[in-house]
């Protein structure tokens, strides 16, 4: 292909890097200009972090070149690739959460020099302001949720001015209308010259923002869309091309299913879940007379903007947070006094979005990580003494089930993928018996067939009688799963509305408090 | 200080790799042996000390000669124990350093009681009062860091080393003012006769404590690494906040690591006691448990290699005490030698690492 | 019986100027003059001793020295075991023929003496002591030296300091002790301790006593004048060469494990160290007193527990 | 005759001092080499290496300065090796940090052995520097304002620290390098040349604080002398949760429980000396006990940092 005017800043040649047992980029060609929104997809284990962090200089190709601006040179460390002009908003967070969040946008700046905190801060804001989001540069990381620690990250890596901007699933924590405010960055950003790849699970916002899309698939890249193509196509179509090079199929995802069904009527006597004038003191939201009831089979959304005391909710009712008021009743019972284990042993199932710090035990093997809420139960531990043919047996069969990508079952769930790890929490939570199910984020990271899966799986759950609590901030997700959905504001329920053609536009309006009810 | 063991997923390898294994695993543990030696071997040229009889007298006396060898079994007796202690401490995630003070309690007690009651009851009651005495105190001793920690969330780093403290004094105090044997001028506690201690092994001077000990690290290694209490306890020292997700009762489990690791660190001063020394004098602090830590770092917390590292820290402390009268070099160069086989070890595991991340890639 | 041979096993090096040189080089002294060989097993700590008594009662050696108090437990037991003649200290009651003797060093007559000339040379009445620990063979010094002061001055003041439970390598603790001790008024201090003496001396060589004048030192068990720079007042010298030499000639009349040994003013094994800082007509007062230890008039009873000094140091 | 004259008060607060100011830089040194995210249980080894050469010199050149640089030299030749085997090759810390002390141990004893059991030289007292006006102060000011200076360097330390952790990018590169080291290596600072320096200066400060002990302190060096000084300073370090000053509260309060033990001892106070000298850690764990709920340790403190590894 001939190149018209400058080189591309960065061209893959051929690179490659092997993890024990497995191949995660393989041989692979890819050139990344400025001026282009280069979108990056794949299934969960495709490869996508990893050639990200070899850009970034966290990891060394074991084969293949890396040209800058056509010539050859090793990213050879981080800095290097700061030097370059590379930033990377990475996929799990890279703040220090003992820092302040101006202390974190000072790293890296000369050691003798006095952090410039007010200095710093005003850029912060100014740049927040840009994109549209609202950051405290005062507050301490480790106060922050998930979802507003990604802000931050992504804010300080446009504060670096770079000419080469990274972004791996950086929406993946942003309602809809900030991940559209951060597209029409990226656009503009590319217009001014500046190279943005951007990594998501979202087609449509895929399709929307990119010039250019890459398919990796298996460590391999199996096809791009080329400027020219993407433009020409539409977004239908284009979707359609990606869907068909991600997994070989063209008819996935295909139109969200409808509404569920509303539940009969005798479901809703006698609710399995409820919430009785629940408090909870917290050190920045604090819970306030939480209330509501969820029947058998019935899923309650919980929307709201990220940080507005959903997961202190999820934990006042799996146990793991202190509630100060109110009482919690699972199928009658009041659990609210109840450790996390026997509330589990009730039937009340809590999945985590926090997969890495509690999910999971990082450097213990995925067969292990999939029964660690059920250690010493039969089949798998018989008078306290591990079976291991049936603990392997159990997470075959899971991984075959949950589509879970590792070398082996023995291999250390941390070596994992975001999205399998993610799949690893879904298999552990959603088998056996369960009476009410918390589900925090249930789809973030995975891709587009296993988020089928998923919401096909969670829709099982409700289906076989449990109550299901889902809190998301992606409210497509919502309003596809949802028999009604509760709004969480400052740590209070907005209101309560059911999934009905008005429910989306009544939502907003309680998301941003122009009512109440 | 999270420490990621290797052999939590237990592979379960093929015969032909399993050679391979232990040939490595034999190359892997002679080999840094070997290079401590020469290393060592250096400095002894340069104080003009022929290094090969040096070693020559640490090998035949602490391994080759019939007494030598006894001497060295044992020794590995309470240190194995110590071992067991520290290892399911650690596996747990808990930093105990407190091994001395709490081997220490175990020892003061059992020698207190122990000859108090033997007049009464046949030995073997004796005997096994005693060890329940020491591991019991050992415990006790353990259990105010653990309340710290499980209720409180202080560190128990800070706690153990000061318990540590505490508990040398405490002992010599309790030896001085309470269990003084009236007998003598020497502060001691009443000693126990040869004759009422723990049995030898047949007709040799090896401690039945070898027995306890070796017992005591496979039934460690065993429930730590195949029980659903030792996962348990894995889960909370690997990830506390996994295992609180989990459910687990994480202060009852801390206090419960605390519990059986300074339990089996009492028992281990009880069995010095019972089986080899007979009775515990003022200020007495043989300081096994620090000599201990970094030998089960070394074996990454696996009990077979911890019998393996203990056994070859118990020949060197024998031979070269042998080795330096002898050879008429300081006694001091014992400390040197074990310091660069520390290091040559961690050097050993480190390049293993390696090696293994290379054949895996 | 015959013997060809001596071991003596001490906690630490011989090179302290205090109990561990001595013993070794008294062994050493006396196997030379017994035409035996002298085994010196050096720096063994108080952990473990077993493992080397049985390696050196392999050799059979005629006897075997366990010059130190903590190991006086193993050395009859392994001596039992083995059947190699034992030596040890502070348990007078192990006496066995043919077996076990003791030979309890208590250096008390030459501390009272000790006690006998700080209390003539100081000139603010107050005199120290300070000690690395309270092993009993420092206490029975302690205890006698306070004795002697009092005896000679019955109104001057003793200040009594330990550095730690085990100190015994604490030379920082050694000398803030004993400068604190000087600061309480003392101008004599009486220091006993392996290396944290020498912090004493330090803190003696740079610390001015109250009137502005020099602070002096009694040392214990060593002769440290071929290291002092004009401080050593004197030392309670110790010397079990004739000890070890009685021992051996047991040995040979088959008669050892009869009696036990001790060191005294009488033979000479405990002696007082005269320095050029002992006046003459001082010296000759504090002779006068030997005079009437020697010959019974007066009886120096060593107590070996610590509670018992702190009586006689606190009975101010 | 009254015992507890000027001059005595003035030697037990000199006494406080004398124990508090090696503790006082042990802790400084262990809470940098912690912030970074090493575990240093090495110090005991580095604070004898300090002893023993900071000694030396002194001695064989006869000018204490020099006695106290070569300390800190000393010092960190010791941590140069815990820089090698846990900073660069990530060695396990414990291991190395408990052979740095048996080695320093065996080492300076054998060299101590050979040069001067037979001598044990004693260094003439180290000179002071008088404060004007402070030092007239009564008790206070010859115990504090008439002192080595090491003594003011010291003190000086802890609002230096206190400074260097909360005004300057070094310091928020050294907790970052404790806290997520990955965070620091992606924004482009070598988490290596971090921990290196932070154990370097942790090695510096301990050699310090051990030259401190064997020049001014004893002014004489014996094997093993800082019997136990150095796992002190660990504990001062973790209870002080990185703060400056905390450390040297907590060291002043060791320093004073010593003095307080003699005070009790030289007055005849007649309780048993055991039960005396278990003063400080009683009292260390009684601060713990109201102070210390949740003591908060660098996250990633005793983990080798190897970059990209999940
Ligand atoms: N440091 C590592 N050690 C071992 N294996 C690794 C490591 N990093 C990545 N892998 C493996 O490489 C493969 C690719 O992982 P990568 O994180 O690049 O996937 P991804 O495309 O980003 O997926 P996701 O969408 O789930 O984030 C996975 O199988 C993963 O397990
Ligand atoms: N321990 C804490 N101390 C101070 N502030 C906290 C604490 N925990 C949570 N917060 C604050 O409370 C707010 C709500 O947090 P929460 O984690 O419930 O949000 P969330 O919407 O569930 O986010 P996510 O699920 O992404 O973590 C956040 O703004 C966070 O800063
Ligand atoms: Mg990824
Ligand atoms: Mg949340």
Redesign the pocket.
Known sequence: MPVAGPPPIVTLQGVTKRYPGIVANDSIDMEIRAGEVHVLLGENGAGKSTLVSMLSGLQQPDAGRILIDGIERPIASPAVALEIGISTVFQHSMLVPSLTLVENATLGRPWWRRPDRAGTAAAMAAMAGRIGVSLDPA??T????????QQAEIVRALMRGARFLILDEATA?LTPHDAARLGALMRRLASEGVAVVFITHKLNEAVEYGDRVSVLRLGRKVGGIAPEQLRSMGAEAATAEVVRLMFGTSDMGAGAAARPAPLPAEALHTPVLELLALYAE????PLSNIEFKVHPGEILGIA????????????AIAGQAPVSDGRIRLDGAYIDRLSIGARRDLGLRYVT??RLGEGTVGGFSVALNLLLKEIGAPPYWEHGLERPAAIRANAEEKRRAFDIRTPSVETPVGKLSGGNIQKVLLARELTGTTRAVIF??PTYGLDLANIAATRARIRETAARGAAVLL?S?ELDEILELSHCIAV?DQ?RIAGIVPNDDAARRRIGELMSGVSRE | MSETTSDIGDSRAAPSVLRREIWGVLAMSLGPVLAAFVLSGLILLLMQVNPFSYYGYVFGRGLFSPTGVQATLTRMGPLLLLAASLIVAFRAGIWNLGGDAQFLMGAVFAAAWTPLMVPHVPVWVALLAGMAVSAGFGALWGLVPAFLRAYQGLNEIITTLMMNFLGLSLASVLVKLVFLDPATTVPQTRTLAVEDRLPTLGATTISSGLLIGLVAVLAVHFVMTRTAFGLRLRVVGANAGAAVHAGLAVPALTVAVFAISAGFAGLSGGVAILGQYGNVRADWNPAYAMSVVPLVFLARFNGFAAIGFVALFSILSIGSESAARRMGVPNYFTLVTVAILLIVLGLAEYWGARQRQKAGA | GEISSIAILTPEAGTDYGWNQQGIDGAKAAAAAAGIEAIVAENLGYGDVRPTLRELAEDKPGLIIAHASGYNTAAPEIGAETGVKVAIVDSPDALKANAVADYTASGHEGAYLAGVLAAKMSRSGTVGIVTSGEPPSWNSQSAAFAEGVKATKPDAVIRYAVIGPAAYSDAAGGKRVTESLIAAGADIIFGQGNGSSFGMLQAVETTPAADGGKVLFIDVIGDKSPIDKGFLLSSVLWNLEPVYAAMIADVKNDSFGSHNYGIALKDGSVALLKTPQIPEEVWTQVMAVKDEIVSGKITVTPHFDAAAVHALVTGN | MTLFTDTFLIALLAGVVAAGVPLLLAGLGEQLSEKAGVLNVGIEGMMLGGAYLGFYVAWASGSTGLGFLAGALGGMMVAALMVLFCVRLGLNQIVIGIALTLGAEGATALLHHVQFSRLYPRLPEVATWRIPGLAEIPIVGPALFDREPVVYLALALVPAFVWLYRRTHLGLAIQAAGDKPAALDSAGESVLAIRALSVLGCGALVGLGGAFMSIAAAGVFVPFMTHGNGFIGIVLAMLARGRPLWVLLGAALFGACLSAATALQVAGVDIPTDVVQMLPFAAVMAVLLIAGRNAKLPAALGAAYVRGER
């Open positions: 507050a301490l480790s106060t922050l949720s998930l979802g507003e620690r924590m917290a050190a920045a939201v709201g903007i990220d940080g507005n005391g959903q997961k202190q909710l999820a934990e979005d926090d925090n984020k809190i901030t969480m740590g």
